[in-house]
């Protein structure tokens, strides 16, 4: 399999030193409810775990919660929550939405809060090999010491000052050095330390969670692209200093980032995030995940409620594909799916490479119509369909019937009607049809399939 390697800048063929293949991902800094943007991360990376396991390969993964941060502390004084709750209250919003997505849990989710020890330690080890120094009860790393700084995000000495743009500090020996330790500030919440109290900062937590939960390497590193500078960077720079190992991730790989229809990133400052919650309201898991993977992990996805619709469309009639009737069961002609799994490694080979994947599947979709009407044994192609979605995480199971779901209850009755039809029980078929009428839903069949609109 190759993998878009962002240290080397090129698709490299994944080698597996180690069993299982330890992955690490950066997770979500708990202040707020999950939105699209921090599913298409954590599913991408799942997908990755998955596939390789597909492939015969035990995959390791840890993916952390920062749960104290400058913007929790924030948060919590503007809503007079104790920050405490708020971060806690988010790991479980964060894995529920995850839940909701059918997202396979990570082997550990470590949260920081949790982990001062071997943070402490690794802030210890810098300080001791000169690689960090304490001033005013902070400890800061010495970037200048550092002779292959910005190998990962490709920055230079003349970028520097945009780290001291990001964290103005009077007591660093220079502006470009960045904090592995804060001290406590006023009210803030604080562990002891050989410097005095204080809290890690944000890039530090990862070197040390890695390290602990997966050694002084990893296999896979990933995150989303806004994160290789300097997140990134400084964890490689901090990791290679204390434990000597280079590379500590064999492989950087980074998703795209998620934007809104006109171009626009979704974030929190702009006020046009839309959380999993609700986007599960109106959308299957099915249809969010398929949506995520119609564009390659590495480009930009694009939100609009146009491209989700089309998504569920499509998941609409996969599920259809699964559970038409063989009508040819036990012919003697039966349907040889094996040039389809073929298609969809080699396309999954090539740096996760989830569109050409999808259309592999639709071109089985298609052929398992094809095949059912001409009274051929589809059980092979249906079987091999179950196996490439399941890849891709998708259940293909009916959308569950519950108080938001009232698009779920128009599918579930679509897919009753598609079945009756297969079997040419037209009476049925009409009848649902008539129903949906009555509660407002048109339809119009056409060769794509099924679509549905309110009037
Ligand atoms: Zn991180």
Redesign the pocket.
Same mark, same amino acid.
């Given at each position: 399999m190759k993998l878009y390697n962002t240290l080397t800048r090129k698709k490299e063929e994944f080698k597996r030193i180690s069993d299982p293949v330890r992955m690490y991902v =950066?997770g979500v800094t708990t202040y707020d409810e999950p939105h699209l943007g921090h599913a298409l991360a954590t599913v991408i990376f799942e997908l990755l775990q998955s596939y390789l396991e597909y492939r015969g390969i035990n995959v390791r993964r840890v993916q952390?919660f920062t749960d104290v941060d400058d913007k929790i502390i924030d948060r919590a004084a503007e809503t007079g929550v104790g920050w405490y709750d708020l971060t806690q209250e988010h790991v479980g919003t964060f894995l529920e939405a995850m839940d909701g997505l059918n997202v396979r849990r990570a082997d550990v989710h470590p949260r920081v809060t949790e982990e001062m020890e071997p943070i402490i330690e690794l802030i210890g080890k810098l300080v001791e090999s000169g690689a960090a120094y304490e001033a005013g009860g902070s400890v800061y790393y010495r970037v200048r010491r550092d002779e292959d700084y910005g190998k990962l995000s490709g920055r230079t000495i003349d970028h520097m000052d945009e780290l001291a743009r990001l964290e103005p500090d009077l007591l660093k020996e220079n502006p470009e050095d960045f904090a592995l330790w804060k001290a406590q500030k006023p009210g803030e919440p604080y562990w002891d330390s050989p410097w005095g109290p204080g809290r890690p900062g944000w890039h530090i937590e =990862?070197s040390a969670m890695a390290r602990r939960y997966l050694g002084d390497q990893v296999d896979i590193h990933g995150?989303g692209l806004d994160?290789v500078f300097p997140?990134h960077e400084n964890?490689v720079a901090q990791s290679e200093s204390a434990t000597s190992v280079v590379p500590f991730a064999r492989y950087w790989v980074h998703n795209g980032l998620l934007r809104m229809a006109g171009d626009e990133k979704m974030s929190k400052s702009l006020g046009n995030v839309v959380t999993v919650r609700d986007a599960l309201k109106s959308y299957s898991a099915d249809a969010i995940r398929l949506w995520i993977f119609q564009s390659h992990y590495r480009s930009p996805a694009t939100y609009d409620d146009e491209n989700l619709a089309a998504a569920e469309r499509a998941v609409r009639r996969l599920r259809q594909a699964a559970n038409v009737t063989n009508v040819g069961a036990g012919a003697g002609d039966r349907y040889d799916a094996n040039h389809v799994r073929q298609r969809f490694v080699e396309a999954m080979d090539d740096d996760l490479n989830t569109p050409r994947a999808l259309a592999a599947i639709f071109d089985l979709t298609r052929e398992i119509f094809t095949a059912q009407s001409n009274g051929v044994d589809i059980a092979d192609g249906q079987g091999m369909l179950r196996e490439l979605t399941g890849v891709l995480g998708l259940t293909l199971e009916e959308p569950q019937l519950g108080g938001d779901a009232d698009v779920a209850e128009v599918e579930a009755m679509l897919a009753k009607r598609e079945s009756a039809r297969q079997e040419r029980d037209f009476a049925t078929a009409d009848e649902i049809r008539d129903q949906l009428i009555s509660m407002g839903i048109e339809i119009s069949d056409t060769p794509q399939g099924t679509t549905w609109r309110r009037v």
């Open positions: =950066c952390n =990862c995150g994160l997140h964890e």
